[in-house]
């Protein structure tokens, strides 16, 4: 292990394992998203399988680097400005990830549920998985340009790649938890992913724009709901003892007779 006798790998490789599970968010939320809709005895695996397929995904890509690498070559030009493989990968990617969140916010606000249990259209357990491996080839193509960007140690990349995967998959039953028990937060995520979708599209068409505007878009909108929350659980417990100090309708006939 020549490659870890230098500091320098070691910084690269905490710098590319934060940025892994920073980008892989919207992976999760996605993959969530999608996985609560399937039978509670589905979900977790649902999960696992999609974050699995993503780990696959990306040391095969990492595997391929160079092939990979020769997606930013142009295939063809429009009126004067090139389009690549990876240009159509995102742009894809982006307008699925709009189509698809804005489908689900108007399930969620419609009361609209894809159950077989009220009569709506049964969600499949390989139509779901379809769906993540479909994120899962946009999302580990950007998470590893934005690698090969930070070191050219292929080994590192994966390190990086296996260390960031085995958290998220740890933490994804949690996060899916707390995203389905909280109507807001599955909205606020939503839009996250809108968010995320327009943001690829922009980057196909070669505007860059800087992750951190969208990232502290986002933690200052979950920052928010947080407040919020936190703010309805204080007025709950006020209104449950102001509906107790109410007399019932046997009380008060009780108290007429």
Do not use: C
């Amino acid at each position: 292990m020549e490659i870890f006798a230098s500091g320098e790998a070691w910084i690269a490789l905490l710098t590319l394992t934060f940025l892994e599970i920073v980008l892989g968010v919207d992976n999760i939320i996605f993959i969530s998203i999608v996985s609560n809709k399937l039978p509670i005895d589905q979900q977790a695996k649902a999960r696992n399988l999609g974050l699995i397929l993503a780990l696959i995904f990306r040391i095969g890509l990492l595997l391929g680097i160079t092939w990979i690498i020769g997606f930013t070559e142009p295939l063809f030009t429009i009126f004067g400005f090139e389009i690549s493989g990876r240009d159509l990968i995102l742009i894809a990617g982006g307008v699925f990830l709009l189509a698809k969140s804005t489908t689900e916010i108007h399930h969620k606000i419609e009361g609209e549920e894809h159950t077989e249990a009220n009569g709506g259209r049964k969600v499949s357990f390989a139509g779901t998985i379809v769906q993540i491996i479909l994120l899962d080839m946009v999302f580990s193509f950007d998470s590893i340009l934005t690698a090969v960007g930070l070191t050219e140690e292929v080994l590192i990349m994966i390190i990086a790649v296996v260390i960031a995967m085995t958290i998220m998959i740890t933490l994804a039953g949690k996060i899916s938890d707390f995203i389905n028990n909280h109507p807001t937060l599955q909205i606020l995520a939503l839009s996250f992913l809108i968010l995320i979708g327009f943001m690829l599209i922009v980057e196909g068409l070669h505007f860059h724009v800087p992750k951190g505007y969208i990232y502290f878009a986002v933690g200052f909108s979950l920052l928010v709901e947080v407040l919020n929350m936190k703010l309805r659980k204080k007025r709950n417990p006020v209104q449950l003892r102001g509906q107790r100090m109410q007399p019932t309708p046997e009380e008060k006939a009780t108290v007429e007779q």
